[in-house]
């Protein structure tokens, strides 16, 4: 990456070669570099000891990272953290490494080389090349299941701070978190409004996993975990009902059939809070229009605008009454029963 060269080729260039760094961050973080330089720059000879591999693959793709910026190299092939680096440490407060891990692996990589054939046909990429879907997939392969639960909940942090400073919880008695994974969004909720009681909600192979995450927020004793399929039923009781990157998975009929399941759960003054992407206007908002083709690739589903978002939400028996954006790129769109 020439940043010498201004010319229009090269900057397209470097898009057109992106596949090549985050398949080098996603090497970076499996083999976990970045916790075993938490405390201060090692050299590659120490890396590839702690590491298993071969010192001179490793010092190519560490100087590599480093000439973008997530490492930084000193003398004698000695490696640091940059602020980039750090965000990829286990420990990182918004932690991105699981999310580096998850977007290299084979299930993944094999979905996105399906792109063409998806976009020639309009069908999900995933399910074209491996014979099922996401959530199948997953089932029968619990291993990548479990790196892509981990990814989930990593990037959730980072999204869950940023809507707690966006929307107010304060108003609401009990939060019902459909599909809320391992709890990471709730957690955060509850630990911020320590009045707030909650429900965490999702499939009980997912939710198996939230102990861990609602104890180490120390929110364990407000929430309680439920296991089910959001296209039957849900648990009642709460004032707010949240969606967070749960309707972006499935076309509309299939997201209306979970908003017609919400509305049989929601109190008559419950509010519907969904949080998701809004398509921006024209030539605007890649991190949304690349989201919305992940999920033609990946878990299928789609990104939708504010509209799209109206309609979807009408279908359901909701009238969307406000939408907040947050820095995530996210928004909290906010319904209350038809």
Same mark, same amino acid.
């Given at each position: 990456?020439?940043?010498?060269?201004?010319?229009?080729?090269?900057?397209?260039?470097?898009?057109?070669?992106?596949?090549?760094?985050?398949?080098?961050?996603?090497?970076?973080? @499996?083999?976990?570099?970045?916790?075993?330089?938490?405390? /201060?720059?090692?050299? @590659?000879?120490?890396?590839?000891?702690? %590491?298993?591999?071969?010192?001179?693959?490793?010092?190519?793709?560490?100087?590599?990272?480093?000439?973008?910026?997530?490492?930084?190299?000193?003398?004698?092939?000695?490696?640091?953290? @940059?602020?980039? !680096?750090?965000?990829?440490?286990?420990?990182?407060?918004?932690?991105?490494?699981?999310?580096?891990?998850?977007?290299?692996?084979?299930?993944?990589?094999?979905?996105?080389? /399906?792109?063409?054939?998806?976009?020639?046909?309009?069908?999900?990429?995933?399910?074209?090349?491996?014979?099922?879907?996401?959530?199948?997939?997953?089932?029968?392969?619990?291993?990548?299941?479990?790196?892509?639960?981990?990814?989930?909940?990593?990037?959730?942090?980072?999204?869950?701070?940023?809507?707690?400073?966006?929307?107010?919880?304060?108003?609401?008695?009990?939060?019902?978190?459909? #599909? !809320?994974? *391992?709890?990471?969004?709730?957690?955060?909720?509850?630990?911020?409004?320590?009045?707030?009681?909650?429900?965490?909600?999702?499939?009980? *192979?997912?939710?198996?996993?939230?102990?861990?995450?609602?104890?180490?927020? /120390?929110?364990?004793?407000?929430?309680?975990?439920?296991?089910?399929?959001?296209?039957?039923?849900?648990?009642? /009781?709460?004032?707010?009902?949240?969606?967070?990157?749960?309707?972006?998975?499935?076309?509309?009929?299939?997201?209306?059939?979970?908003?017609? %399941?919400?509305?049989?759960?929601?109190?008559?003054?419950?509010?519907?809070?969904?949080?998701? %992407?809004?398509?921006?206007?024209?030539?605007?908002?890649?991190?949304?229009? =690349?989201?919305?083709?992940?999920?033609?690739?990946?878990? #299928?589903?789609?990104?939708?605008?504010?509209?799209?978002? %109206?309609?979807?939400?009408?279908?359901?028996? =909701?009238?969307?009454?406000?939408? @907040?954006?947050?820095?995530?790129?996210?928004?909290?769109?906010? !319904?209350?029963?038809?």
């Amino acid at each position: 990456m020439d940043k010498s060269d201004q010319r229009p080729s090269a900057a397209f260039l470097d898009l057109i070669n992106g596949f090549r760094v985050s398949q080098a961050i996603h090497v970076a973080a @499996t083999l976990g570099i970045a916790d075993l330089l938490r405390d /201060g720059p090692r050299n @590659t000879d120490d890396l590839a000891a702690a %590491t298993g591999t071969h010192a001179g693959a490793l010092y190519r793709l560490l100087r590599a990272l480093a000439s973008v910026g997530v490492f930084r190299e000193d003398v004698d092939r000695r490696f640091g953290l @940059t602020p980039l !680096g750090e965000c990829l440490r286990s420990d990182a407060p918004e932690p991105m490494g699981p999310w580096a891990v998850h977007i290299g692996q084979p299930e993944v990589w094999r979905a996105w080389g /399906g792109l063409l054939d998806s976009v020639r046909t309009g069908e999900n990429a995933f399910c074209r090349v491996h014979g099922v879907n996401t959530w199948e997939y997953y089932a029968r392969n619990p291993e990548a299941g479990a790196i892509f639960d981990r990814a989930m909940t990593g990037v959730s942090r980072r999204q869950a701070n940023a809507v707690l400073k966006a929307y107010d919880f304060e108003r609401f008695r009990c939060v019902v978190d459909v #599909g !809320g994974g *391992h709890g990471t969004l709730l957690s955060a909720v509850l630990a911020k409004h320590r009045s707030l009681r909650g429900v965490l909600f999702d499939q009980p *192979h997912v939710v198996a996993g939230a102990a861990r995450v609602l104890e180490a927020a /120390g929110v364990a004793d407000r929430c309680q975990v439920v296991g089910g399929d959001f296209f039957e039923a849900l648990p009642d /009781g709460g004032d707010a009902h949240v969606l967070k990157f749960i309707l972006h998975d499935w076309e509309d009929a299939q997201a209306t059939a979970i908003l017609r %399941t919400c509305r049989r759960a929601i109190a008559p003054n419950g509010k519907l809070l969904v949080i998701d %992407t809004e398509i921006s206007p024209p030539n605007e908002g890649a991190p949304g229009k =690349f989201r919305d083709l992940t999920m033609l690739v990946h878990p #299928g589903g789609r990104e939708r605008t504010r509209e799209e978002w %109206t309609g979807l939400f009408a279908a359901g028996g =909701f009238r969307l009454v406000q939408a @907040t954006p947050t820095e995530a790129g996210l928004s909290v769109i906010e !319904g209350v029963p038809a």
